[in-house]
């Protein structure tokens, strides 16, 4: 079973900027396609960015533009670079397959405050 451990989260201000990774184990990783979700307190978690197996990107309209999500199948890793952070933006920071079928790491929390 794959399994997931994301990190890179932290405490930053508005406009800063913040690199998040997830490191997934298996031999198979390359051929994932892979998102990075957040959940904010009181909501629904989202899918946010997604990168699939040729690494052609997608991206939720809150964040387009600001964030860019990446992946080294030689690292089993995947990035989220997040800049232009605003305090919407905070919210628990999830990686997992898209569609997510794999079990839920324990996320990276991401706070973006004055």
């Not at 978690?45 to 600001?66: F, H, N, W």
């Not at 964030?67 to 628990?92: G, H």
Request: proline share 4%; net charge positive; hydrophobic share 30%.
């Amino acid at each position: 079973q794959v399994q997931v451990v994301e990190s890179g989260g932290g405490l930053v201000q508005p406009g800063g900027s913040l690199r998040l990774s997830c490191a997934a184990s298996g031999s198979i990783f390359s051929r994932y396609h892979m998102g990075w979700y957040r959940q904010a307190p009181g909501k629904q978690r989202e899918l946010v960015a997604r990168i699939d197996s040729l690494r052609t990107t997608t991206y939720a309209d809150s964040v387009k533009g600001r964030f860019t999500i990446s992946r080294d199948n030689t690292k089993n890793t995947v990035y989220l670079q997040m800049n232009s952070l605003k305090p919407e933006d905070t919210a628990v920071y999830y990686c997992n397959r898209d569609p997510a079928n794999l079990t839920w790491g324990q996320g990276t929390q991401v706070v973006v405050s004055s």
